[in-house]
């Protein structure tokens, strides 16, 4: 990953659903701008890892990263803006996990968290990740060696090193 730490996140576009089942569009900066915030980085929406251990490890702890000061964790995959509500909706995510789409790969390419998996028939990806951030600044990264591990970016372990 070639962001590092006390960077600043670079300005990008989200895409997501909103209650209407509109296609909007926010910015990193909107997004991460004045919170304590989590960016959840997933391969992909309903991937085994993803689905599994990742996202579920996260609405399981909820409290414990309102008590460490998070007002928000983000959710973002490769994935359109419908795919990633109706993984959210899936998952249960409620209130508690922003679902954000990063459908063109804009943000993880810029972030240098993009990885190849066309072998394995998913084209271009994100790597797995968990990034802390407070008003859009990088003050923590766990980047998994391999995407189908969750050990460095799982909640618990994540959450209990802030």
């Known amino acids: 990953m070639k962001?590092?730490?006390?960077?600043?996140?670079?300005?990008?576009?989200?895409?997501?659903?909103?209650?209407?089942?509109?296609?909007?569009?926010?910015?990193t900066n909107d997004l991460f701008k004045?919170?304590?915030?989590?960016i959840l980085g997933m391969p992909g929406a309903f991937t085994k890892t993803c689905s599994v251990i990742h996202l579920p490890g996260y609405i399981k702890n909820f409290d414990l990263a309102l008590k460490k000061g998070i007002t928000k964790i983000v959710c973002i995959a490769v994935n359109d803006p419908n795919v990633m509500k109706a993984w959210g909706q899936n998952q249960n995510v409620g209130d508690k996990i922003f679902m954000a789409g990063d459908p063109f790969c804009k943000f993880t390419k810029s972030i240098g968290a993009d990885v190849d998996k066309s072998?394995?028939?998913?084209?271009?990806?994100?790597?797995?990740?968990?990034?802390?951030?407070?008003?859009?600044?990088?003050?923590?990264i766990e980047e998994e060696k391999e995407t189908a591990?969750?050990?460095?970016?799982?909640a618990e372990n994540f959450l209990n090193g802030i």
């Open 34 to 38: 004045t919170h304590k915030s989590i």
């Open 149 to 154: 591990t969750c050990e460095l970016s799982a």
């Open 3 to 27: 962001i590092k730490l006390g960077e600043k996140l670079p300005q990008n576009d989200f895409f997501y659903l909103d209650k209407n089942n509109e296609v909007k569009k926010i910015s």
């Open 119 to 140: 072998a394995k028939g998913l084209g271009i990806r994100s790597s797995r990740y968990t990034m802390l951030l407070e008003n859009g600044v990088v003050k923590k």
